[in-house]
C-alpha cells in the first residue's frame, strides 16, 4: 500500500511481541497539514450542517473529502478498478444530492464515500461490504485514538528554553501592537471611533456566538471533529483484506474431505467413504430439486393461468392482503431457493461426474422456474399499483425483483461454471450498489406523483378505487408543482383518503380536498421563503419554489380582474 504523505496517518510502530490489540487505539501522529486541515474542517462542517438539511452542504462536503483523498496520491488504490468505479459513483450521488436531495441519495452519497476510502486504504478489496466495513473500522480508530492525540502536550512544552523563545515570538509583537494602538486612538480621535467600533461589533459577535454554544451544538462540533478526522487520517485495515484473500472465484476441488451428512469412521478407507459420502450428498440433492421442481411447476401452472391472462379481482377480494402477504412468502421462497442451491454446489458435488448433468440440469431448472415465479410477483405487485397506486414500497419490490433476477442468473454461473460463493456475493454486491445509485437519481416522488393522477381515460388499466391524497400531500414540496398541475383529475374521484394507516382511510369530498391542496402548497412556499438557505439548496426544491411563486403570482393578478 502506498504511503499518503500529505494527508494520511502515520501509526506509530509496536515494539517487538506487543500485540495489535494492546495499541487499540491505533496511536496517531498529525503532519502538519492535517493539524491546519482539522479545525478548518470542522468549521466547515458546522457551517455546512448545523441546523440545516441536506442539499448543496452534503455534495460539497463530500467533494471536498473526495479532493483531500485525491491530494494524498493514493497511486495503488488507482490500480484498483473498484475504486476508480465508487469515484465515479460518488460523484453521481453528489449531483443526485443536489438535483433532488431524497433519503435515496443522501444515503448513496455517504455509502459512495465511505467505500471509497476503505478502497483508499485496502485497495486489493474486492466485496463493497468489506470496503464499507473498512472506510467505517478506520474512522472508528480514529475516533477511538484522537482523545489521546489531542491531550497529547506538544514536544516543546516540556522544554524551558524553547517556551520563552515561543512567548517572544507571539507576545512581543502583540505588546508592540497594543501600545502603537493607543497612542494612535489617543492622538487620531477618527481612528480611536473606527477602532471603537470594530471592536464593538467583534464584541457584538461574540456576544451571539456564546449563545450558540449549547450542549448539543458542542456535542454537533465533536461529531464534526470525528467525521473530519475520519476523511483525514487513514489508519490500516488489514484483517478485512486478509480475510477476503482466503475466498476464491472459483471452487475448488478438495481431497482430503467432501461435503457430507455423515461423520468419518476410523474404520473406513479414505476413498471408500469419500465416494459413498459423496453418492448420499448427490442422492439427496437429485431428490430435492426432482420434488421442488415438480411442486414449484404446479403452483407456476396456477400463477400462469390465474395471474399472467386476464386477471381480474372478484369483488369483495382482499387485494392488498393477496399482494402483501403472497409478495413476502414467495420472495422468501425464492431466497431459500437460492440457499439451497448454494449449499449443495458448495463443495466436491461440482465433480461428482457420474451425476453432474442431472444434478445440473434439475437445478438449471428450478432456477428457471423460480423467475417465472419472479414474473408472478411482479404481476402481483403491477396489478396493486393498477388498483391501489404507486407507493415507495411498490418501487422497492421492482428493485428488489431485479435483482433477484440478476441473483438467480449468478446462480447459474455458479452451477455450470463452479463459481464459489464469494463470487455471487461480489457480483451481487455491484448489482446492489448499482440499484442504489439509480434510486438515487431517480425523482421518485413525482412520478409517483404523476402516476397516481393520471387520468382514466390517458392510463385506461388503471382502476383506483379512491385516491390516498394524504399521502400525496406527505410528500416532499418538489411534487406539489405537480399536484397542482393534475388537480383536474380530483373531480374523477368522489372521496379521498387523507390517512395512511393500514386502517379504513378517514376520507374527504372533493372541495375539502382542493383546499387542502392549495393550503399545503401555501404553508410549503412561505416554509420556504423563510428557511430556505444555500446550505441544503437543492434544484428539485427550488424548481418548485419558482413554479408556485408563478403561480401565485398569476392568481393575484388575476383576482382584480374578477372582480371587475
Not at 511481541?17 to 496511536?27: D, E, Y
Not at 388498483?387 to 455450470?416: N, P
Not at 408556485?548 to 403570482?553: I, T
Request: net charge positive.
Amino acid at each position: 500500500m502506498d504511503s499518503f504523505p500529505l494527508f494520511a496517518s502515520r501509526a506509530v510502530a509496536l515494539p517487538a511481541g506487543a500485540s495489535a490489540s494492546a495499541a487499540w487505539p491505533a496511536p496517531l501522529v498529525l503532519t502538519a497539514v492535517q493539524k491546519l486541515l482539522l479545525p478548518l474542517g470542522v468549521l466547515v462542517f458546522d457551517i455546512f450542517f448545523w441546523n440545516q438539511g441536506v442539499g448543496l452542504n452534503l455534495a460539497l462536503f463530500t467533494l471536498l473529502a473526495v479532493v483531500v483523498l485525491l491530494a494524498g496520491q493514493p497511486k495503488a488504490a488507482w490500480r484498483s478498478g473498484y475504486f476508480r468505479l465508487l469515484l465515479g459513483g460518488t460523484l453521481v450521488a453528489c449531483g443526485a444530492v443536489v438535483l433532488y436531495g431524497s433519503a435515496a441519495a443522501g444515503i448513496a452519497c455517504v455509502g459512495s464515500l465511505l467505500m471509497l476510502l476503505g478502497y483508499a486504504n485496502q485497495p486489493h478489496l474486492k466485496l463493497l461490504a468489506l470496503a464499507l466495513l473498512t472506510g467505517l473500522g478506520s474512522a472508528v480508530e480514529v475516533a477511538a485514538g484522537l482523545p489521546r492525540l489531542l491531550t497529547r502536550p506538544p514536544k516543546w512544552l516540556g522544554q524551558t528554553g524553547r517556551v520563552v523563545w515561543y512567548a517572544r515570538l507571539f507576545l512581543v509583537p502583540v505588546a508592540v501592537l497594543a501600545v502603537f494602538h493607543f497612542l494612535f486612538a489617543v492622538a487620531n480621535p477618527r481612528y480611536g471611533a473606527l477602532a471603537g467600533k470594530v471592536l464593538s461589533q467583534i464584541g457584538e459577535w461574540l456576544a451571539a456566538l456564546l449563545p450558540q454554544l449549547t450542549v448539543l451544538h458542542v456535542l454537533f462540533l465533536l461529531m464534526g471533529l470525528v467525521v473530519t478526522a475520519g476523511v483525514l487520517l487513514r489508519v490500516p485495515v488489514p484483517g478485512l483484506a486478509q480475510w477476503e484473500a482466503r475466498f476464491p472465484e472459483f471452487i475448488r476441488r478438495r481431497r482430503d474431505g467432501v461435503a457430507s451428512f455423515g461423520v468419518r469412521h476410523p474404520n473406513f478407507q479414505a476413498s471408500r467413504f469419500r465416494m459413498a459420502d459423496l453418492r448420499k450428498e448427490y442422492l439427496a440433492a437429485l431428490a430435492v430439486f426432482g420434488l421442488v421442481n415438480l411442486l414449484l411447476l404446479a403452483v407456476n401452472v396456477i400463477d400462469v393461468q390465474w395471474l399472467w391472462f386476464g386477471f381480474v379481482p372478484a369483488p369483495g377480494f382482499n387485494l392488498a392482503q393477496f399482494v402483501h402477504e403472497g409478495t413476502y412468502v414467495l420472495i422468501f421462497s425464492i431466497l431459500l431457493a437460492m440457499g439451497i442451491v448454494l449449499w449443495f454446489f458448495r463443495r466436491n458435488l461440482n465433480f461428482y461426474q457420474p451425476g453432474l448433468p442431472a444434478l445440473r440440469f434439475g437445478a438449471t431448472v428450478w432456477v428457471l422456474q423460480n423467475a417465472v415465479l419472479a414474473v408472478s410477483v411482479g404481476l402481483r405487485n403491477y396489478y396493486y399499483i393498477t388498483h391501489m397506486g404507486l407507493a415507495y414500497k411498490r418501487v422497492g419490490v421492482c428493485f428488489f425483483l431485479l435483482l433477484t433476477l440478476f441473483g438467480l442468473a449468478t446462480i447459474l454461473l455458479k452451477i455450470w461454471q463452479r463459481r464459489s460463493t464469494f463470487s455471487l456475493v461480489r457480483l451481487n454486491s455491484l448489482a446492489a450498489y448499482a440499484v442504489l445509485l439509480a434510486l438515487a437519481l431517480g425523482n421518485w416522488e413525482i412520478w409517483i406523483a404523476r402516476y397516481n393522477l393520471t387520468s382514466k381515460r390517458e392510463h385506461p388499466s388503471k382502476n383506483l378505487a379512491h385516491l390516498d391524497l394524504g399521502f400525496l400531500l406527505r410528500m416532499p414540496g418538489r411534487v406539489l408543482p405537480s399536484l397542482l398541475a393534475r388537480r383536474a383529475v380530483l373531480n374523477e374521484y368522489q372521496h379521498f383518503g387523507v390517512q395512511n394507516t393500514y386502517r379504513e382511510p378517514a376520507r374527504v369530498d372533493l372541495a375539502t380536498a382542493q383546499r387542502m391542496l392549495d393550503a399545503r402548497a401555501a404553508e410549503w412556499r412561505a416554509d420556504y421563503e423563510a428557511q430556505a438557505s444555500w446550505q441544503d439548496w437543492t434544484y428539485a426544491d427550488w424548481a418548485a419554489y419558482q413554479s408556485l411563486r408563478r403561480s401565485a403570482s398569476a392568481v393575484r393578478a388575476a383576482e382584480p380582474t374578477a372582480a371587475r
